[in-house]
Nanobody, 117 residues
């Protein structure tokens, strides 16, 4: 069983920064993808950024140049540094851990990010 625990959300003014953290625990295979998604009420959950265990990254166009994803494989942690935040970045942010070889994936409980104008 895998568990994900996120932290670091909160309220920030436009132009500010936040850093999200996600800790994975349990049975974690070496080849995996950790990422961040966000979801507004009534909308689909969209990819923000992801990073494979081999450090390959993928970003949504809307966050390129502002957000940076990083990992600490030894600690099974993934981070999302969010700079120059905009009101449209307001959402619940979810951490995801996926194992491409088995098709299984796991989600955290979500953390609220609110950016005021």
């Amino acid at each position: 069983q895998v568990q994900l625990v996120e932290s670091g959300g909160g309220l920030v003014q436009a132009g500010g920064s936040l850093r999200l953290s996600c800790k994975a625990s349990g049975s974690i295979f070496d080849f995996n993808v950790m990422g961040w998604y966000r979801q507004a009420p009534g909308k689909e959950r969209d990819l923000v950024a992801s990073m494979t265990s081999a450090s390959r990254t993928n970003y949504a166009e809307s966050v390129k140049g502002r957000f940076t994803i990083s990992r600490d494989n030894a600690k099974n942690m993934v981070y999302l540094q969010m700079n120059n935040l905009k009101p449209e970045d307001t959402d619940v942010y979810y951490c995801k851990l996926a194992f491409p070889l088995t098709g299984r994936s796991y989600w955290g409980q979500g953390t609220q990010v609110t950016v005021s104008s």
